[in-house]
């Protein structure tokens, strides 16, 4: 069986929670308005259609709201859980998370990509 897709996870931990559309929206506001994102329903509802996918900020935000980890989320074979160690809550974090998610949240696409290949990188050679 392939990789389960992103329509997949969300459809399937907003079952498993009894979650509707509006609910994850509700659940994301603090999130949105601690980090300058926006999710709404119309967001939500394509990325559950499949016929969009999230890009890395909204993949984040929904992790968090879901508390759920965004490789589980993207369909890889890994744990849902999210790693709680220096996870921010809504209104509880430490500055550098704050600075970290408005810097990147101003970069291009291809410079987040670029962002996320050297952490994943730096993170693997612990």
């Known amino acids: 069986m392939g990789r389960a897709t992103t329509a997949q996870r969300l459809r399937e931990v907003m079952e498993k929670r009894n979650l509707r559309q509006v609910?994850?929206?509700e659940m994301a506001q603090p999130f949105?308005?601690?980090y300058g994102l926006k999710l709404n329903?119309?967001?939500l509802s394509q990325y559950l259609s499949g016929k969009v996918q999230p890009?890395?900020?909204k993949l984040t935000l929904l992790g968090l709201?879901?508390?759920?980890?965004?490789?589980w989320l993207m369909g890889f074979d890994v744990s849902p859980d999210r790693a709680t160690?220096?996870?921010p809550?809504?209104?509880?974090?430490?500055?550098r998370v704050t600075e970290c998610m408005e810097l990147f949240s101003l970069l291009s696409d291809t410079e987040k990509d670029l962002i996320i290949r050297q952490?994943?990188?730096?993170l693997s050679s612990r």
């Open 23 to 25: 609910d994850v929206v």
């Open 55 to 57: 890009k890395q900020d």
């Open 32 to 34: 949105c308005e601690r």
């Open 85 to 87: 160690e220096n996870a």
């Open 119 to 122: 952490i994943r990188g730096i």
């Open 41 to 43: 329903k119309n967001d």
């Open 65 to 71: 709201v879901l508390n759920v980890s965004e490789g």
């Open 89 to 95: 809550e809504a209104g509880q974090t430490d500055g």
